[in-house]
Nanobody
Framework: VQLVESGGGLVQPGGSLRLSCAASGFTLDSYAIGWFRQAPGKEREGVSC????????YYADSVKGRFTISRDNAKNTVYLQMNRLKPEDTAVYYCAAVKYVCSLSSPGRYDFWGQGTLVTVSS
């Protein structure tokens, strides 16, 4: 059972990145998927979450209107499109799978975590 994030990197303020979260060893459509991030010296923060069907999505206020979460269950992959990036978005981004409903405030409820991908927003 594994989640693997990709797509991180260095981008200028105002730029865009798309993160991917690919699952192996289990069927992703049985799980809601959340994206979390952790900046140096800060606690892990819930960014976005998508329900098992993709019919419901949730966002932290800090990213609402700039980030979009989506999933392609046929490809066993979840995406996080990040637009209008700001320096304060700099962090390691993790995807995580939870069996039932989304929760941005309770990372302890998630069953599986990826290793993270670094996003750096800087000029």
């Amino acid at each position: 059972v594994q989640l693997v994030e990709s797509g991180g990197g260095l981008v200028q303020p105002g730029g865009s990145l798309r993160l991917s979260c690919a699952a192996s060893g289990f069927t992703l459509d049985s799980y809601a998927i959340g994206w979390f991030r952790q900046a140096p010296g800060k606690e892990r923060e819930g960014v976005s979450c998508i329900s098992r069907s993709g019919g419901s999505t949730y966002y932290a206020d800090s990213v609402k209107g700039r980030f979009t979460i989506s999933r392609d269950n046929a490809k066993n992959t979840v995406y996080l499109q990040m637009n209008r990036l700001k320096p304060e978005d700099t962090a390691v981004y993790y995807c995580a799978a939870v069996k039932y409903v989304c929760s941005l405030s309770s990372p302890g409820r998630y069953d599986f975590w990826g290793q993270g991908t670094l996003v750096t927003v800087s000029s």
